[in-house]
Structures are given as structure tokens and as C-alpha cells.
Nanobody
Framework: QVQLVESGGGAVQAGDSLRLSCAVSGHTLSRYYVGWFRQAPGKEREFVASMHWNSGFGVAYYRDDVKGRFTIYRENEKHTVYLQMNRTKPEDTAIYYC???????????????WGQGTQVTVSS
């Protein structure tokens, strides 16, 4: 069982930066990829970024349209995963969900763990 609690969402202007945090707890974290999905109104939930909880070399996965702008990283001692969002765009507007799952990328699955979500709004 894994528990995830997001924070850090808000409203920003295009080009601004925002950092999302996800407090992670559970006895089996070493099995999972932790990361972020997002869901905009009227759209399906989509993969944003992930990394393995035990990744020792910082290997991370990103969707193409956030590469070079978003960075995922974690602080193991704080059991927290972050999504640093730079050079934000209006199309980044969505509810962002923290997730722990068995796969680094790909669509949402029924066996994924999810947080409650945090709203990010980017205005032009």
C-alpha cells in the first residue's frame, strides 16, 4: 500500500515557475516508479514524468512537450517527490496527480496508486 499527498499547485502567468511536491509513504516504495500525471478539462489523464524510487543515477522519463521545461526529482530522506515546472505554458493547465506505479510510462492503470490531485492554472 502506498499513500501520496500532493501540494504546491496554484495560478501562475505563462513563463513562470512552479514546484509541486508529493509526500510518499508505504512499505513497498522500492518496487515502484513515482511520478506525475495530469488531466485537463475534457481530456484523459496523461503521463507527465516519472522516475524509479530507487534510481541511483537520476534516470527520469518525460512526455515530449515538457522535456527541457519540467524536472522530476526526489529527496529520499523526506520521502518526497517534486516536479519543478519552468517556462510554464497555458497548455500546462490541469489537475496534477502524483502516482506510484509499476511502469515508468504509459497510460493510467487500475493498479496504480494516486494522490488527490493539485490544480495548476497557467494564464497567458
Amino acid at each position: 500500500q502506498v499513500q501520496l499527498v500532493e501540494s504546491g499547485g496554484g495560478a501562475v502567468q505563462a513563463g513562470d515557475s512552479l514546484r509541486l511536491s508529493c509526500a510518499v509513504s508505504g512499505h513497498t516504495l522500492s518496487r515502484y516508479y513515482v511520478g506525475w500525471f495530469r488531466q485537463a478539462p475534457g481530456k484523459e489523464r496523461e503521463f507527465v514524468a516519472s522516475m524509479h524510487w530507487n534510481s541511483g543515477f537520476g534516470v527520469a522519463y518525460y512526455r515530449d512537450d515538457v522535456k527541457g521545461r519540467f524536472t522530476i526529482y526526489r529527496e529520499n530522506e523526506k520521502h518526497t517527490v517534486y516536479l519543478q515546472m519552468n517556462r510554464t505554458k497555458p497548455e500546462d493547465t490541469a489537475i496534477y496527480y502524483c502516482t506510484a506505479r509499476s511502469y515508468p510510462t504509459g497510460p493510467a492503470r487500475s493498479d496504480d496508486y494516486w494522490g488527490q490531485g493539485t490544480q495548476v492554472t497557467v494564464s497567458s
